[in-house]
């Protein structure tokens, strides 16, 4: 007897688990699991639905745009609005009106440019992460993967004789 205690190591006796159990899963605990995991996750998932159905934006600050009033017709530049983290795009259209929107594409996030018209195209604004293309006049998508989503996030403005001031931005039409 002593012979068999001697050959079975000191940690064998301290954790006596089988080995033919060691890895053993019953169905009902596997569905358990599943099931704690897809509540989990849908949690998760509701906790952002509500956050983002109850977030409200604004209020807007007024903020003028430095250099805006001298600018050509065709001209653009990228000022910050309405904070200093995100870029927005003011364009002096060829017929010299202005218009400005959020310069993130809403595909992955890319910086857009605007682009004059030429022989063979009219004025748009471009996305050159995959091709896209923006109607200048509604931020919506003409070309590329914008096309299927929502529209560029435009930018209220308020011209003056001499200045060009941003109040706010646009709501999100989805249509």
């Given amino acids: 007897m002593s012979d068999t205690k001697q ?7 301290d954790f006596p688990i ?18 704690l995991v897809s509540a989990g996750l849908m949690v998760g998932n509701a906790s952002v639905v509500v956050s983002s159905l109850t977030h409200e934006e604004g209020p807007f600050p007024e903020m003028e745009v430095a250099g805006a009033a001298d600018m050509k017709p065709g001209g653009w530049m990228v000022y910050k609005y309405p904070n200093e983290k995100t870029a927005a795009i003011l364009i002096r259209r060829e017929n010299g009106e202005y218009i400005s929107f959020l310069q993130k594409c809403p595909h992955l ?13 009219g004025e748009h604004i471009g996305c050159y992460c995959h ?7 509604t931020g919506r998508g003409t070309q590329g993967p914008p096309r299927e989503l ?3 996030r435009q930018v209220v403005l308020r011209v003056d004789e001499n200045s060009v001031t941003a109040i706010g931005l646009n709501e999100i039409h989805l249509a």
């Fill in 7 to 13: 050959s079975i190591p000191k940690w064998r006796e």
């Fill in 150 to 152: 929502r529209p560029l």
């Fill in 131 to 137: 091709n896209g293309r923006f109607e200048v006049e």
């Fill in 18 to 35: 089988e080995q033919e159990f060691d890895d053993f899963i019953t169905r009902r605990d596997f569905v358990r699991f599943l099931g």
């Fill in 109 to 121: 996030a890319c910086p857009v440019s605007y682009h004059r018209s030429n022989d063979e195209e």
